[in-house]
């Protein structure tokens, strides 16, 4: 079958605004493939035209060998996706929801019941299918859908922010799914704006923004774009920031150096030298330092040195909300 997933040009345009802009990437047979970006990224629009709903409007794309144009038939059967916002039946039971889904799939019954049984064993949900989703919390609903997608046997498994908005334990659970899932041989591709996510989950990573891939590769191999290691000064009064930031370019003190929010970030093979030196160098100039951090470098400091701009969890979280709030209403209202 060769690649699980391979992208050329991939474009997406609505209007004359271009969501994604030629995306190209190739995702291995059995690995965790991430696409990690901001909201209005062009993720969910990229997983859109690679499970057959959206036309692309340029490139190509194909999944488990067969072109998401030419064979959507084909590529569909091959693959199972799990939305960024849930699309259960709230007013049915977990087992109904699934029960429904597999024969809409052509599961025959005996061979579905089983099925169930066996995905709500894996994700957890066992004690939960006879209750209606209605009174499921956001992790309940993420399993269920998950068992959902496990119910006719893909190669390939789309997850669309799988984790957003939910506590620290569940995110951890659905990450261990998805690492048995790959265990089993199975090919997943998931998109978030989890830094965390990305990093100890993917085992390749594509950095998206505006339409865009950035950046692609290793967890490791994306943290050597930036460097050894950043040091993280945050001056004081923070206005003064950008001239600090300036004399340390002009001091040749790191290979790249920003200012952003009254902090300035050096990316330096050597933390220990480069530290005392941007310090004595603040001190001439007048500008006060409130903190010196420093650390390896994650894919915060790797989104920031691709984009120049920083992948802001205040924002996502922001945003997150928002959905938790609309869920728990429609929740509510046993929509
Ligand atoms: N059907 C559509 N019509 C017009 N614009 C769209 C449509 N779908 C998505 N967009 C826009 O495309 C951009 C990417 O959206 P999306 O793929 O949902 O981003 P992400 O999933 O990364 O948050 C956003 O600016 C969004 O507003
Ligand atoms: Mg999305």
């Known amino acids: 079958m060769g690649a699980a997933i391979e992208a050329v040009g991939l474009t997406k345009r609505f209007g004359d605004f271009t969501a994604v802009d030629h995306v190209s990437f190739t995702v291995e047979e059995g690995e965790i493939f991430g696409f990690l970006g901001p909201n209005g990224a062009g993720k969910t629009t990229t997983i859109n035209m690679l499970i057959t709903l959206m036309r692309p409007t340029e490139g190509t794309a194909r999944v488990a060998g067969h072109d998401v144009v030419a064979e959507p038939d084909r590529v569909r059967e091959r693959i199972s996706v799990v939305f960024q916002d849930p699309t259960l039946d709230r007013r049915l039971t977990g087992w109904e929801n699934l029960w429904i889904h597999g024969r809409l799939y052509g599961i025959p019954g005996d061979e579905l019941a089983e099925r169930i049984e066996r995905a709500a064993r894996f994700t957890e949900i066992e004690r939960w299918l006879h209750v209606t989703v209605d009174r499921y919390s956001g992790g309940m609903m993420r399993r269920l859908e998950i068992a959902r997608a496990l119910l006719y046997e893909a190669d390939v498994i789309f997850l669309d922010e799988p984790t957003v908005g939910l506590d620290p334990q569940t995110r951890a659970k659905i990450w261990e799914y998805v690492r048995a899932l790959r265990r089993e041989g199975l090919t997943i591709f998931l998109t978030t704006h989890y830094m965390d ?47 600090l930031a300036e004399a340390i370019r002009r001091e040749g003190l790191g290979s790249e150096v ?72 429609m929740r509510r209202a046993g929509r």
Do not use: K, W
């Not at 085992?203 to 950043?230: C, F, N, P, Q, W």
């Not at 420093?294 to 979280?317: K, Q």
């Open 197 to 243: 996510e990305a990093e100890r989950l993917c085992d390749r990573v594509a950095i998206i923004d505006h339409g865009r891939i950035v950046a692609m590769g290793t967890v490791d191999e994306l943290r050597s774009i930036v460097g050894g290691e950043v040091v993280y000064v945050a001056v004081d009064p923070p206005g003064e920031a950008e001239r």
């Open 258 to 329: 920003r200012a952003l929010n009254g902090t300035v970030s050096i990316s330096t093979e050597n933390a220990a030298q480069a530290i005392p030196a941007v310090v004595s160098l603040a001190s001439s100039l007048g500008v006060g330092v409130r903190e010196v951090r420093y650390r390896t470098p994650d894919l915060e400091d790797v989104f920031l040195h691709v984009t120049g701009r920083s992948l802001r969890d205040e924002e996502a979280s922001f945003f997150d909300h928002v959905r938790m709030r609309r869920m728990a209403r």
